[in-house]
Structures are given as C-alpha cells and as structure tokens.
C-alpha cells in the first residue's frame, strides 16, 4: 500500500522570504504537495509569489496547487486548484483549467463531498479535524462524519484542520489519503524532524 501523502498549505501571516525557506525545507523532507493560499495580496503579487512556489515546486517534483483563485492557477500554469463551498463551482473551473488540471473541493459533511465528486473534483479536503488557528470560523468535525464521508465517496480525502504529531490518531488516517498541514510545520522548531515525524505516521 502506497503511503499516504503530506500537504502543506501556505500561511498568508509569514513574511513571503521566510515561507519560502520554509516550503523549501518541508519539500526537502517529503512534501510532496503545496497549496499557495493568500488572502490579501493583490492578484499581480498573487502570481508573482506563486510564480516562485511553483520553481520550488517543479524543482522537487512536487504537486503545486492555488486556493480558490482559478485566474492565479491559469496565470502560473500551476498544477490545479483548491476551491471552498462557496467559490467557483467545480464544472467551471474545469471549463476554465482543462480536462487535466486537479480540482480540489473542500467538504464539510457527506452532503457536500457527494456532490463535489459527482461534479468532478479529483480530490476532497476533509474538516476541520480539529480547531484550527488557521480558519477561526471553523469547527472540528466528528470521526463518524469523517466515517460517512470516507463511505460516500471514491476520490481521495485529506484530512486538514489544526493537525499536530499528537492529535493524528490510526482512526483518523484508517479513513483519509493524506494531510493538509499548516502551522505545525510553518510554526515548528524543526521542519525536518516534524515531516520525519508525520511520514512515520503515514
């Protein structure tokens, strides 16, 4: 069985030469996707960041992926995007990126990953697992929610929502494909040691 992937998505907060360091690092250590989230730039600034993601990206043959923004990911020829519940819908975006690009859908519940999948999204981002720092508006979702999802749908799920070393649990992983992971390895005295600690994990 293949083991199952780490996902780091960017954090907006960190000063954008530090986050490149730090992307670099985790790529370094067995990341193998990114997702470039921003929620202030400009689209210009937007793109040149992720223009630079994206080098690091292809230099260590890593998936690049940009949160909700379809223009941005087009602009940088990234490898696909990441959409919540309430941007672009999926047969759009699909429309607009080509029959190759990933699309990624976040999902709350069984209703709303069932309906991402029928409509094409080739992965799920599934939670929050846990309260976050991240999104103070989200709130952690139950092991039997995340039960029922993994039942509904064939696409793979990763988990994402204030996911430490600690909290990851053998139930949880029995029922996703991988991690989306944000402060605790943006945050961490040791990138190289949390990733090494996360892949024994998965």
């Not at 210009?44 to 994206?54: F, G, Q, S």
């Not at 005295?189 to 990733?195: A, L, P, S």
Request: proline share 1%; net charge neutral; aromatic share 4%.
């Amino acid at each position: 069985m293949d083991s199952k992937k780490l996902y780091l998505v960017t954090d907006h907060r960190i000063e954008f030469q530090e986050l490149l360091k730090k992307v670099e690092e985790s790529l370094k250590s067995g990341v193998s996707m990114v997702q470039y989230r921003s929620k202030s730039n400009s689209t210009r600034k937007m793109i040149e960041e992720a223009n630079l993601l994206k080098v690091l990206c292809d230099k260590y043959k890593a998936v690049f992926l940009i949160n909700d923004r379809v223009d941005v990911a087009q602009a940088v020829d990234a490898d696909g995007v990441h959409l919540g519940q309430d941007d672009m819908e999926v047969s759009v975006a699909r429309r607009i990126l080509g029959p190759n690009k990933i699309i990624g859908i976040t999902a709350h519940n069984k209703e709303e990953a069932i309906n991402a999948e029928k409509n094409g999204a080739n992965n799920l981002g599934i939670g929050a697992l846990f309260s976050t720092s991240t999104k103070s508006d989200a709130t952690a979702m139950s092991l039997e929610t995340l039960r029922e999802i993994r039942k509904s749908v064939s696409i793979p799920l990763y988990g994402i929502g204030g996911i430490t070393t600690e909290n990851l649990t053998a139930e949880i992983l029995k029922n996703i494909d991988g991690i989306a992971v944000v402060s605790a390895i943006l945050n961490c005295d040791n990138i190289q040691v949390t990733c090494d600690q996360f892949k024994k994990l998965l």
